[in-house]
C-alpha cells in the first residue's frame, strides 16, 4: 500500500534531523487500543503520531485483549513501515484502560512520555511544543486545549480549554479533571513514583493526577489546540448509566478518604454529578457544551 510508504519516508527523514538537533527530547509513546476499536481510527491515530516534526524514538502499543484480524493488519503495516520503533504488548484478557497503561508504561524506555488514544488525532507540531513547554516551564506533567470533531476533522464542535498554572490546575482538580488525557506528556519517573496508572474505571487519567498532586508533581497546560478529539453520541452516553455512576462513586469516595479533597466538596460534588448522569444522552450532551 502507499500509505505505509509516504510515513516510512517521512518518519525516517524526520528521525534522522531529530537524532542531530534534539539527542536530549527523545520520548516513548504511550497508548492502548482494545478488540472494539474501529482500524481506520487507530490509523488515523498512529499516522499523526509518526508524522510529528520531532519523532518519537519509541511507540508502546498496549493490545488490551485480543483484537481482530484487521487491526492486527493495521499494527502490523505500521511495524513494517517503522521497522524497530514499535514495543507491541499483548495482554491476553482485557483487564481495562488504566492496568493497559501501566503495563505499558513500565515497557517505556525514555523519561518523557506522550500518551495518545487510538481513535484521536495529533498535530504534526504537537510533541515538539509539548517537549518545549514541558522543558522550558520545568513541569512534570503538561497538557493541551483539544478539539472535539465528529466524523471527519472539517466537524469540529467545540474546544476544550483548562486552566494553565498549576496553582489555578490544583484548586481545579478539587472539583473536575484538570487535563486533557490524550494530549498529555510526562515525566515517566514521577508517574511511576505516584504510582503508575492503576485500575479506576472511567477515572484512570484523574485518579493520576491526584496521587501526582499529593506527591509534588507540578502540572501545566498549554491553550493551544494540538490534539483533536472525537466525541459523538457514545462519547456522551459513556458518561452516564448504572455503570458510570458506580464508577464515579468509587473514584471520589477514594479521593476523600485519601484526603485530597474534605467532607463538603465530597457531598457537593457528588450531588452535582449524580444529577448530570442521571439526565437523558442529549441534555448531559448540550451540558458538557454548554457549561462544562
Not at 157 to 171: Q, Y
Request: overall charge positive; hydrophobic content about 40%.
Amino acid at each position: 500500500m502507499r500509505f505505509p510508504a509516504i510515513v516510512r519516508e517521512r518518519f525516517f527523514l524526520s528521525k534522522l534531523e531529530h537524532n542531530i538537533n534534539n539527542a536530549n527530547k527523545s520520548y516513548s509513546i504511550l497508548m492502548s487500543v482494545y478488540g472494539e476499536e474501529r482500524p481506520e481510527y487507530l490509523k488515523q491515530s498512529i499516522a499523526s503520531m509518526l508524522s510529528q516534526t520531532v519523532p518519537p524514538a519509541e511507540f508502546v502499543l498496549v493490545c488490551d485483549g485480543p483484537l481482530t484480524e484487521t487491526l492486527d493488519a493495521v499494527i502490523a503495516e505500521f511495524e513494517k513501515a517503522a521497522p524497530g520503533l514499535f514495543c507491541i504488548v499483548r495482554l491476553p484478557e482485557n483487564v481495562g484502560l488504566g492496568l493497559a497503561l501501566g503495563v505499558g508504561l513500565l515497557r517505556c524506555s525514555h523519561e518523557f512520555v506522550a500518551r495518545m488514544d487510538s481513535d484521536d488525532i495529533s498535530r504534526e507540531d504537537r510533541c515538539e511544543k509539548q517537549l518545549g513547554f514541558l522543558i522550558g516551564n520545568k513541569l512534570d506533567l503538561c497538557g493541551t486545549a483539544i478539539t472535539e470533531f465528529t466524523g471527519d476533522l472539517a466537524r469540529t464542535e467545540s474546544k476544550r480549554s483548562l486552566p494553565r498554572t498549576h496553582r489555578e490546575l490544583v484548586r481545579f482538580a478539587h472539583r473536575r479533571n484538570p487535563m486533557n488525557h490524550p494530549s498529555v506528556m510526562f515525566h515517566r519517573s514521577k508517574v511511576l513514583e505516584a504510582g503508575n496508572y492503576r485500575d479506576m474505571l472511567f477515572f484512570e487519567d484523574y485518579d493520576l493526577w491526584v496521587r501526582m498532586i499529593q506527591r509534588g508533581a507540578h502540572l501545566g497546560n498549554m491553550d493551544e489546540v494540538l490534539v483533536y478529539m472525537r466525541a459523538g453520541v457514545d462519547l456522551y452516553r459513556r458518561r452516564g448509566g448504572r455503570r458510570y455512576r458506580k464508577a464515579n462513586l468509587r473514584f471520589w469516595k477514594t479521593v476523600y478518604t485519601e484526603r485530597f479533597i474534605n467532607l463538603p466538596e465530597y457531598l457537593c460534588t457528588l450531588a452535582i454529578r449524580s444529577f448530570v448522569y442521571l439526565l437523558p444522552n442529549r441534555f448531559r450532551a448540550g451540558l458538557y457544551h454548554s457549561l462544562l
